[in-house]
């Protein structure tokens, strides 16, 4: 009973997102490096995560030697890595360079729609084209 309580208190702690193939764990910083290398063998035992063809763990870049170990372990491998950063652009005051910001509600939904198509092109995550928005 132990057990049931502890594994569901850490799964309380991360988010679980399934898809039709795949399933990605997110949230794991929440956790210590001890109660991931615990949670790890609980996650790999469930049958949505066993029966799945793509299993994805975003862990914290600076964890333990032990839970890269384990990881290794179950045949996980790191395939990217996320960078984050920002820059609080109101209070970049002195723009040059060909872009001036605007509140959306200030524009048109055709000014809109001619910004987003225009900040789309060549990108790559751009599956799709906006017809009618």
Known sequence: MMKK???SDLMARIKMIK???FVTVENTKNLTDQELIQLLPYLMRKSSV???KNVNILVDSQCSKEVVSLLKEYEFMLHDENVTVHKALNQSSNMQGGFKLKDL???STAEFKKVWEASMEGSLNCIWQVKNV
Do not use: I, Q
């Open 5 to 7: 309580a502890f594994s």
């Open 50 to 52: 066993k029966t799945c």
């Open 105 to 107: 509600h200030d524009l």
């Open 19 to 21: 898809g039709e193939n």
